[in-house]
């Protein structure tokens, strides 16, 4: 099995600079007295798409032959990679066929097909996802782009963390939230050729703690009925992602769902921008302290903040 390498992600830095946003790094003394460390947050919630999995999309996008590419792209996915898929592919003047099930939120099927794609509705079931995808696939003739367990997507997501290292420079612990596995993959290859001595640590929530316990397991656990508020972090871990987690991660912690909602209350009264609950979790495992920071420099990737604005949690 072909696993990303840092090189891999240096490359696909080069092809997707000129369409990214190179999002900002921000910190807040405030955060830093209650927890006594430096945090230093990459905030994708500004990424282009609200969420960092353009990066990931928009590599793929690029990376496509012009052969390949004519027939356009497919996925299924109602969050952040479906709108991520058909931006990438409305930059680069080709299809997008996104499969979407029929009771995802209103707000994200306005807004991916805003992006220009072709959706097709499906019945809320991985199966039917699945199976509805397949079909599109055969009729269009449309790459698949998976929105985690695909090579380029891990390479374009790794792209985060080393922007983050390259501004910030030295960093003690870095901490990415986990739910598929493609931006903790990329940010673990990333920080552990720029820095190999930092700590990689992942946080995820308990109530959809499949990567915690296919990590300590050492075999890939799926993500069964999973219930939580950080919905960007629902699914199971993928074939590319987990040997790269289990080689390249040093730790997985999970935190409440009190936590989680504490974690993004802060966020936005202290640092006064929008995060969604799955960006919160990494901040909620250092306010439940299951992750050591006194004293020490901490990037955190904040994932995203396409957040319903009509359903908050406070």
């Not at 995802?104 to 805003?114: D, H, W």
């Not at 308990?206 to 050492?218: I, L, N, V």
């Not at 909602?261 to 936005?268: D, G, L, T």
Request: hydrophobic share 45%; aromatic share 6%; net charge neutral.
């Amino acid at each position: 099995m072909n696993l990303p390498t840092f090189y891999d992600i240096q490359k696909a830095h080069d092809r997707i600079y000129p369409y990214i946003h190179h999002t900002p790094v921000l910190s807040s003394q405030s955060i830093n007295q209650i927890v006594g460390a430096e945090l230093f947050f990459k905030c994708e919630n500004f990424q282009k798409v609200g969420a960092f999995k353009f990066r990931g999309a928009c590599n793929s996008v690029f990376s496509l032959s012009d052969e390949e590419a004519k027939h356009g792209v497919c996925t299924h996915s109602s969050g952040n990679h479906a709108a991520a898929l058909a931006l990438a592919a409305r930059m680069r003047g080709i299809p997008a066929h996104i499969v979407m099930p029929d009771n995802a939120p209103e707000i994200k099927k306005i807004a991916v097909a805003g992006y220009g794609a072709q959706i097709t509705f499906c019945e809320p079931t991985l199966a039917a996802r699945e199976s509805t995808l397949k079909r599109v696939a055969e009729e269009t003739g449309a790459t698949e782009i998976h929105p985690y367990n695909y090579f380029n997507v891990i390479c374009g997501q790794g792209t985060a963390a080393k922007e983050l290292i390259e501004e910030i420079g030295i960093l003690d612990v870095v901490l990415a939230p986990v739910g598929g596995g493609g931006l903790l993959s990329g940010t673990a290859l990333s920080t552990k050729a720029l820095l190999p001595g930092t700590k990689v640590i992942a946080a995820e929530p308990a109530g959809a703690d499949d990567a915690f316990r296919s990590y300590y397991s050492k075999t890939l656990q799926p993500s069964v009925a999973p219930k939580t508020i950080a919905d960007g972090l629902l699914t199971s871990l993928g074939s590319l992602t987990f040997p790269i987690i289990l080689n390249e991660v040093d730790q997985i912690v999970t935190v409440t769902e009190e936590s989680i909602v504490a974690a993004m209350r802060m966020i936005w009264e202290r640092m006064k921008i929008i995060i969604e609950p799955s960006s919160a979790v990494p901040l909620a495992a250092i306010l439940e302290n299951k992750v050591d920071v006194k004293g020490k420099k901490v990037g955190i990737i904040l994932s995203g903040g396409n957040v319903d604005l009509g359903r908050l949690p406070f």
